[in-house]
């Protein structure tokens, strides 16, 4: 029953770790937001709970299990937050489980276990294998100068420390072993995704970024604002000064357009030297400031060469919006802003044009 005991409750902490890894798609660390932190406290919280219920009888019918596991890794690994949440739900559910002076005793050492833990989690930065040692140290001791409070038995003591010492170790580096192996594949999956996302020279979004998003306008309920740029007389630059010259300057405009971030804006590199940007819910006089801002920094950005030359571009927009007068069509959308960028290349290049229906009218949006 021992050995049975102690295998099903490794066998609980993993898959209870395994399936709370599942709830963000971020890695488990400080960095998760607020509500997920909470969210992984509280199953964090039912995943001890589950621990409490599966006890492993040992000395004279004294329980021990992995409760302290998930606590210790939410220390570790993700901050005061979900620490504390984990610590609160073991503390009141080891009193509703079994109310007694020995619960109560348990129970009160874990809350302050739980503040202890959250107060190190915030302040000790130190490598996470020095943080998970140091912590379970703590942890252990807590827990065993409770029994002995409850228990007054020096011999029982000292085979409980022995026992709790043994089976939180190797519960702990199968859990870490685990969690490494968990975070690593989110990191390389997050690593694929974005390289399957950027562009490779600009790191902005790609073309294939930019066609689902065009796509996704013809069920949106909000009004899109699209402009398409065009890079002047892109060739010359590259037949004047070289490929990697030409590639500078994408770079360097890119790191422009990508400083705009209002209006949820998106911003792709959809073909040798075009771009585009998406706005949702923008006024058009705004999206026709924030065009005419990027094309005067454009005009004015000194692209700095490998061999020290430096060289200005400009960039031509066109742009179109989904407003009342249109309907959401990501066809017409994306024709009315060609046009736009068309005329304004016509118009002398280094401009915005917008596509009103003075400029293109699509019948396919009538």
Known sequence: MFFDGVIINISIVLTGFYFISKLSKLPLDAALPLGKQIQIGLCNGLLCFTLMKFSIPTINHTLIDLRHIPLIVAACYIGPVPTLITALIISVSRVVINFNDTALIVSVFYAFL?????FCSHYIRKSLRYRAALFSIITVVFICIAYAIATQNVAKIIKFTFLMTLFSTIGMLLSLMLLKDLKQRKIEMLTYQGLAQQDFLTSL?????????????????QNVVLMLMDVDYF????????????DRVLRDIAHILDSYTAYGQKTFRIGGEEFSAILIDCPIPLAKKIAEDICRKVESHACVLANGEVIHATISIGISGSGPNYNKNSLSLFRRADRALYQAKSDGRNRISYASDDIYHDPNSA
């Open 114 to 118: 739980g503040i202890v833990l959250a």
């Open 205 to 221: 979004l790609n073309r294939r970024m930019f066609d689902q998003a065009i796509q996704s306008i013809n069920l949106s309920k």
């Open 235 to 246: 060739k010359q630059i590259n037949d004047q000064h070289g490929h990697d010259a030409g």
